[in-house]
């Protein structure tokens, strides 16, 4: 019989969901100073993507992981562990050292990511669960308007301040355990061999979580240095980054609703057009009008995509496929994390950087629909491009 989960146990576990996205945001309003304190302000934009990267290498440890222990141990590991290693961060000056933190760390958010979304999933289904999914989106970018807010100012009290805020896994650790009971074991342990083929929608969803977050993070990676060119402090870049945040909890909680009427796949189309338009708009954005504008699509792009993405993989994977699935999707999320910081290499300035992500998200929309075009015995009813 499955268990039931109290309010508190829901809100611990759409707690715990902030963590994936703090992981690099947190010190991003800082992100000048911090590099330069630490020596890597050659190399700002590792500091921000080398977690991702993480996650991506030990992805299939922590599906290994999961599957071993189960969705509850795990996570308890991963917040223990991501606390720890987060805060240390700021006294590694040395810059393998503190690269090699970085890196460790995204082995700690794999655990989080997973365990966390597939202990959320165990205990819920159906429309129950793509409500609550889409709440855990909200909850994901609401972390992030509240990390990146006092981001913004515990980086003006002091470069080192911001890592602090790694500490609150802590916090949540205490409250799984107070509040969250240990699932059934045959929902907890759910990459157990069950013999079901894998829905052939994993490719274009995974696909559709990596480029979102290369469209987003192009972005984050981006924005700080644009901004800090026209004259915002480090604390105006936070509540611009927050305000993105902010919109892209309300996408989110739109997100259920936009489904009903365009469909998973025209929900996505819907997401990529509108990280096009926003980047097309920060390449030329020279006042806060436009940047106003810009940072309604762009957390309109994350909201109706990554909360989406999530729900997808739950629904389309047999529950013995279940935690393998969610941790490739970690790795699909946080490799697009990663290859943003490539879009630095774009050459000219920063406009064409903007525009070279806007290019990216029309593409994708374009494969997205062929791709789901060919899959066989899909319904394309209200998915076609807007």
Same mark, same amino acid.
């Given at each position: 019989?499955?268990?039931?989960?109290?309010? /508190?146990?829901?809100?611990? =576990?759409?707690?715990?969901?902030?963590?994936?996205?703090?992981?690099?945001?947190?010190?991003?309003?800082?992100?000048?100073?911090?590099?330069?304190?630490?020596?890597?302000?050659?190399?700002?934009?590792?500091?921000?993507?080398?977690?991702?990267?993480?996650?991506?290498?030990?992805?299939?440890?922590?599906?290994?992981?999961?599957?071993?222990?189960?969705?509850? $141990?795990?996570?308890?590991?991963? =917040?223990?562990?991501?606390?720890?290693?987060?805060?240390?961060?700021?006294?590694?000056?040395?810059?393998?050292?503190?690269?090699?933190?970085?890196?460790?760390?995204?082995?700690? +958010?794999?655990?989080?990511?997973?365990?966390?979304?597939?202990?959320?999933?165990?205990?819920? +289904?159906?429309? #129950?669960?793509?409500?609550?999914?889409? $709440?855990?989106?909200?909850?994901?970018?609401?972390? !992030?308007?509240?990390?990146?807010?006092? !981001?913004?100012?515990?980086?003006?009290?002091?470069? $080192?301040?911001?890592?602090?805020?790694?500490?609150?896994?802590?916090?949540?650790?205490?409250?799984?355990?107070?509040?969250?009971? $240990?699932?059934?074991?045959?929902?907890?342990?759910?990459?157990?061999?069950?013999?079901?083929?894998?829905?052939?929608? @994993?490719?274009?969803?995974?696909?559709?979580?990596?480029?979102?977050?290369?469209?987003?993070?192009?972005?984050?990676?981006?924005?700080? @240095? #644009?901004?800090?060119? #026209?004259?915002?402090?480090?604390?105006?870049?936070?509540?611009?980054?927050?305000?993105?945040?902010?919109?892209?909890?309300?996408?989110?909680?739109?997100?259920?609703?936009?489904?009903?009427?365009? !469909?998973?796949?025209?929900?996505?189309?819907? /997401?990529?057009?509108?990280?096009?338009?926003?980047?097309?708009?920060?390449?030329?954005?020279?006042?806060? /009008?436009?940047?106003?504008?810009?940072?309604?699509? @762009? !957390?309109?792009?994350?909201?109706?995509?990554?909360?989406?993405?999530?729900? @997808?993989?739950?629904?389309?994977?047999?529950?013995?496929?279940?935690? #393998?699935?969610? /941790?490739?999707?970690?790795?699909?999320?946080?490799?697009?994390?990663?290859?943003?910081?490539?879009?630095?290499?774009?050459?000219?300035?920063?406009?064409?950087?903007?525009?070279?992500?806007?290019?990216?998200?029309?593409?994708?929309?374009?494969?997205?629909?062929?791709?789901?075009?060919?899959?066989?015995?899909?319904?394309?009813?209200?998915?076609?491009?807007?």
């Amino acid at each position: 019989m499955m268990k039931s989960l109290s309010a /508190a146990g829901v809100f611990t =576990l759409l707690a715990i969901a902030c963590l994936t996205i703090m992981v690099g945001c947190v010190i991003v309003p800082g992100l000048p100073s911090v590099a330069a304190h630490l020596g890597v302000a050659s190399a700002v934009g590792w500091l921000i993507t080398l977690p991702s990267l993480g996650v991506v290498i030990f992805g299939p440890i922590a599906a290994k992981v999961i599957e071993r222990y189960g969705l509850y $141990r795990s996570l308890v590991l991963g =917040l223990f562990s991501y606390g720890a290693l987060g805060t240390v961060g700021a006294f590694l000056t040395h810059p393998a050292l503190l690269f090699t933190d970085r890196f460790l760390l995204g082995g700690s +958010t794999a655990l989080v990511m997973s365990g966390g979304t597939g202990l959320l999933s165990s205990f819920f +289904t159906g429309e #129950q669960r793509l409500k609550m999914i889409a $709440r855990q989106g909200m909850s994901i970018e609401l972390g !992030g308007v509240i990390f990146l807010f006092f !981001g913004g100012i515990l980086a003006s009290a002091g470069w $080192r301040w911001p890592f602090s805020l790694y500490l609150v896994a802590w916090l949540f650790l205490l409250m799984l355990v107070i509040f969250v009971p $240990r699932p059934d074991r045959t929902n907890e342990r759910t990459t157990e061999g069950s013999g079901e083929a894998a829905s052939p929608l @994993m490719k274009p969803i995974y696909a559709a979580a990596l480029f979102s977050m290369v469209c987003f993070f192009t972005a984050v990676i981006v924005l700080p @240095m #644009q901004l800090h060119s #026209q004259g915002f402090s480090e604390a105006e870049t936070g509540y611009f980054l927050a305000f993105i945040s902010l919109m892209a909890v309300i996408a989110a909680w739109a997100m259920p609703r936009v489904v009903k009427v365009r !469909g998973e796949f025209g929900t996505l189309y819907l /997401a990529f057009l509108a990280y096009a338009a926003a980047h097309l708009l920060l390449a030329f954005a020279t006042g806060p /009008a436009l940047l106003v504008v810009a940072g309604v699509l @762009m !957390g309109s792009g994350f909201g109706l995509s990554v909360p989406l993405v999530n729900h @997808m993989v739950v629904e389309h994977s047999p529950v013995g496929l279940r935690g #393998q699935h969610l /941790a490739y999707l970690s790795m699909a999320i946080f490799l697009g994390q990663f290859l943003s910081s490539f879009m630095e290499f774009i050459p000219g300035n920063r406009p064409r950087i903007f525009l070279g992500a806007a290019a990216l998200a029309v593409v994708v929309t374009a494969l997205l629909w062929r791709w789901h075009a060919a899959l066989p015995g899909e319904k394309q009813e209200s998915e076609a491009l807007p």
